[in-house]
C-alpha cells in the first residue's frame, strides 16, 4: 500500500477549503483497499466508520478499544492523499479530561477532522457534561495547532429519542463550545434538515444518508447540507454481496453468486497505481 504524498497540514487546509460552500460526498471507507478505491473515483475527502471498521476485525460497532481505534486512524489517514475525518465514537472516556487526552492522540494520527457522540450506553450525556466534552476536544484541538476540524454529534434520533427540539438545543450548545461542524445522525425529513441546518449556521452540516429512497443529492443540498456522509452503508453493502455469495455455497453448493465478482487483474492494477 502507498503512502500519501500529501502531509496533514494540506490536507487539513484542503478539507476546511470544502466547508466553506457547495455539498460534497464524504464516504465511508472500512480498510485501507476502500479506500484507496474510493480516492480513485475522484472523492475529495473520506470518513472512517466505527461500525465498518469494527465488523472488519470480527467485533461490533463500538468495540475497538481506543488503542485499536487509533492505529486504524493512523493507517487511514496515511493510505491516501485525501483527507480523512475520524468517526471517533464518544472520545472513549466519560470526563472531559479523557476526551481531551483522546482527541490529542487522535490528532496525532494525521487525520483532518474528528467527530465526537453525545452518548452513553444507550442514552445521553447530561447537557453540561456533553458540552464540556466538547470543550475539552475543542482545547485539545487547539493546543496542536488548532488546524483539525471538530464534529459535534447529537445522538438523540438514534438512541430514541427523535426530538428535533432537544437536537437543535445540542447542536447550538456543541457550536458554542467549539465544534466546527455539526451533525445529527437519524434525521431524514426536510423539515428536520431544514431546522438543523438554520439552528448551525453559519457553521456547515454533516447528513447521514444510510439507505436508497431517501432525499436526493441535489435536495439536501438546497437545503444547506454542506457534507453527506454514508456511515457504515458501504460496509453492509459489500458484507452482503459477500454473505448471498457463501451462503449459497454452504447452502447449495452453488457458485452463481460469484457472477459479480471483480477480475483478479482489476484488482490488481487498483492497487499497483
Not at 40 to 45: I, Q
Not at 228 to 254: I, P
Not at 255 to 267: C, N, Q, R, T
Amino acid at each position: 500500500m502507498s503512502q500519501s504524498r500529501t502531509t496533514p497540514a494540506e490536507k487539513r487546509r484542503i478539507f476546511r477549503k470544502l466547508h466553506e460552500s457547495g455539498c460534497f460526498i464524504i464516504p465511508n471507507p472500512w480498510d485501507l483497499g476502500s479506500a484507496r478505491y474510493l480516492q480513485s473515483l475522484g472523492f475529495k475527502a473520506l470518513a472512517s466508520t466505527s461500525s465498518g471498521a469494527a465488523w472488519s476485525q470480527g467485533l461490533p460497532d463500538n468495540g475497538m478499544g481506543r488503542t485499536q481505534v487509533l492505529d486504524h486512524l493512523r493507517m487511514m489517514a496515511a493510505a491516501t492523499d485525501l483527507p480523512l475525518n475520524a468517526d471517533f465514537e464518544n472520545g472513549f472516556a466519560a470526563d472531559a479530561a479523557g476526551v481531551g487526552e483522546s482527541v490529542r492522540l487522535a490528532v496525532e494520527t494525521g487525520i483532518a477532522g474528528l467527530s465526537i457522540e453525545d452518548s452513553i450506553a444507550g442514552g445521553l450525556f447530561a447537557l453540561g457534561t456533553a458540552v464540556e466534552r466538547m470543550r475539552a476536544a475543542r482545547l485539545a484541538i487547539d493546543a496542536a495547532g488548532g488546524d483539525v476540524m471538530l464534529i459535534g454529534r447529537a445522538e438523540c434520533f438514534l438512541v430514541g429519542l427523535p426530538d428535533i427540539d432537544m437536537t437543535v438545543m445540542r447542536l447550538k450548545a456543541y457550536a458554542e463550545a467549539g465544534a466546527d461542524c455539526l451533525y445529527a445522525p437519524g434525521i431524514r425529513t426536510a423539515a428536520h434538515i431544514r431546522a438543523v441546518v438554520e439552528a448551525a449556521h453559519p457553521k456547515p452540516v454533516n447528513l447521514l444518508v444510510g439507505a436508497p429512497g431517501g432525499l436526493s443529492l441535489a435536495q439536501i443540498a438546497e437545503l444547506g447540507v454542506r457534507r453527506v456522509s454514508v456511515g457504515g452503508a458501504l460496509a453492509r453493502v459489500a458484507w452482503g454481496g459477500f454473505m448471498r455469495a457463501a451462503r449459497e455455497l454452504a447452502e447449495s453448493g452453488s457458485f452463481d453468486g460469484l457472477a459479480d465478482a471483480v477480475s483478479h487483474p482489476s484488482m490488481n492494477a487498483l492497487f499497483e497505481t
